[in-house]
């Protein structure tokens, strides 16, 4: 009994050899990269890295100032109270 044609030998034996030769290569690139590949790359993920940082101090400073806003508005409230209190008490 024959299992495979020749024909399908071949077919499989080339797909066989181009999926090796993917598996092969794990994502690195097929030639090696220009210096000036690899300094816009660095340059890039150090501007990534950058942008990340200053997005992350906005909304430190933001929950700062509403916590300082918030403390201003308690604050006068409090001082409103306290000078009732001590207008009442001269009464």
Not at 71 to 87: D, K, L, P, V
């Amino acid at each position: 009994i024959k299992m495979f044609s020749n024909r399908s030998r071949t077919s499989l034996v080339i797909f066989l050899s181009i999926l090796c030769f993917f598996l092969h290569s794990e994502g690195r690139p097929l030639r090696k990269r220009s210096l000036g590949e690899v300094q816009l790359m660095h340059n890039l993920g150090e501007h990534k890295y950058v942008q990340q940082r200053q997005e992350w101090l906005q909304m430190k400073l933001k929950s700062i100032h509403t916590a300082l806003m918030r403390n201003a508005e308690e604050g006068e409230s409090r001082q409103y109270t306290i000078c009732i209190s001590f207008y009442l008490f001269q009464l």
